[in-house]
């Protein structure tokens, strides 16, 4: 009897949201826009860089300080990177699930692939993977410190100065914020569908947006090692 109720239990609203494929969708979504969220702050922050090393430092100083006196040293910062590493994290395994149900869905290689698909759709997968070793690339390179080879801890001015000095701190870093982009493009579009914020009439709108959210972020991250190589940064 404890062996037949056990098993007509029915699974939790949670566990059977997130094993349905639109739950990992909105999941996949929702955890995309948070990220993109941050990337606008991100890059907003990064165009300090081009008022100079006071301007930038204290930038980064407020970063830490963040919320004081009510919270303390660099609680908000923290805050802010546990909730990226849960969108990542989150992102990263619905994504890979979904590739996974995909493939057993259609065991077979399309004979022809569709003439309409974008660049960005067909190479959303290994731009995600791109995107993801540059994360931990650039954590080493101005977070801990550990890959950049004139880093001076407490000034990010001058590692940030340092880190595009050199040839190969500009090409990852160039090619990654490419593939941000081309994810972006339709990344974003792709998380309104989910979402039930696009339909037919909005479409074009939406990949306007997308397209344009696309350009001015990588434009903005670019900006910076361009700036560092012409010398306008220094």
């Known amino acids: 009897m404890a062996l037949a109720t056990r098993m ?10 997130w094993g349905s494929t639109i739950g990992k969708k909105t999941v996949m979504a929702v955890s995309g826009l948070i990220m993109l969220g941050y990337l606008v702050a991100h890059v907003l922050g990064n165009l300090k860089v081009f008022f100079g090393p006071g301007e ?11 919320g004081e006196p009510l919270l303390h040293y660099e ?13 990542v994290v989150a992102h990263a395994v619905s994504a890979y699930q979904l590739s996974r149900r995909d493939i057993k869905a259609r065991p077979d290689r399309y004979v022809h692939r569709r003439k309409r698909a974008s660049y960005a759709t067909r190479t959303m997968r290994w731009g995600g993977i791109i995107v993801a070793l540059f994360i931990v690339w650039h954590l080493l390179d101005l977070t801990t410190l550990t890959v950049n080879e004139h880093a001076q801890p407490g000034h990010p ?3 940030v100065v340092a880190t595009f000095s050199t040839w190969y701190g500009n090409v990852i870093y160039i090619v990654a914020m490419l593939a941000v982009g081309l994810h972006i493009r339709h990344g974003f579009w ?14 074009r ?17 670019i900006a910076v090692p361009v700036g560092v190589m012409t010398g306008v940064v220094n």
Do not use: C, I, M
């Open 8 to 17: 007509d239990r029915k699974p939790s609203p949670p566990r059977t949201f």
């Open 56 to 66: 930038f430092n204290g930038y980064a100083h407020w970063l830490r300080t963040l």
């Open 75 to 87: 609680w908000v910062l923290w805050g802010v990177r546990l909730l990226l590493v849960a969108a």
């Open 157 to 159: 001015y001058e590692n």
């Open 190 to 203: 792709s998380a309104a569908q989910t979402l039930g914020v696009g339909n037919a009439a909005r479409d």
């Open 205 to 221: 709108a939406l990949k306007t947006v997308a397209g344009g959210l696309a350009l001015v972020l990588t434009a903005g991250f």
